[in-house]
């Protein structure tokens, strides 16, 4: 079996893929990825999510994986109750054991999900990306979302360009406001010799409020 890499990752094709990908990755995704590839998209998701005044209340991270950027946002002081959603149970059963969550739940996000409308911000770090998520994704978000809720998600950039998000953001229309798009890197230097192919992969940081 070859072992998981990003370009496994980007190339997967549907659900099934996704989870044979992630359970044999879980429990060497943060030390095989997030470390050698200097993984900064969580921490740049928390940030922006935190400069952006959000209201008090939970918050729902989305494709929570092993809980990357939960640990961001409480490394940063962020008290407010987390829950995680996730296509993958092994990457939130390694998630789980960090203690950073309120719950965590299994769940397909271009699906509607298990939950009412609760949550006073919603963050997401590298779940739009290639071979994962698309713009299909975004409407099962609002559902979740309180009004006045904050959302800060990264999109990859080449996915943003190809996949139609810009039009699925028009198609919002009044339900959503403030929308602001920032680009940044997903990886740091030791990316450059981890993976040159992907090392100057760049995210939009795509942060609105829900009306």
């Known amino acids: 079996m070859e072992k998981p890499d990003l370009s496994g990752?980007?190339?997967?094709n549907g659900a099934e893929d996704?989870?044979?990908l992630y359970a044999d990755w879980a429990e060497t995704?943060?030390?095989d990825f997030a470390a050698t590839m200097a993984y900064r998209l969580p921490g740049e998701v928390a940030t922006a999510f935190l400069k952006s005044n959000p209201p008090k209340g939970a918050v729902l991270d989305v494709g929570a994986g092993t809980g990357l950027l939960a640990a961001a946002l409480r490394g940063m002081g962020f008290d407010d109750p987390i829950d995680g959603v996730d296509l993958s149970a092994d990457m939130l059963e390694r998630a789980g054991r960090k203690g950073d969550y309120r719950s965590l739940i299994v769940a397909d996000i271009t699906r509607p999900l298990p939950m009412k409308p609760r949550y006073a911000g919603i963050v997401s770090s590298g779940t739009f990306t290639h071979g994962h998520v698309g713009p299909e994704g975004l409407?099962?978000?609002l559902e979740v979302a309180l009004p006045g809720a904050r959302v800060v998600l990264s999109v990859n950039q080449a996915v943003w360009d190809g996949k139609g998000f810009a039009a699925?953001?028009?198609a919002f229309g009044a339900k959503i406001s403030k929308l602001s798009l920032d680009a940044v890197a997903i990886y740091g230097e030791a990316a450059k010799t981890t993976d040159p192919t992907h090392a100057d992969d760049r995210a939009l940081l795509v942060s609105f409020q829900i009306s």
């Open 18 to 20: 996704c989870r044979h």
């Open 139 to 141: 409407d099962a978000l």
């Open 9 to 12: 990752a980007y190339a997967l």
């Open 29 to 31: 995704y943060d030390h």
């Open 168 to 170: 699925s953001f028009d």
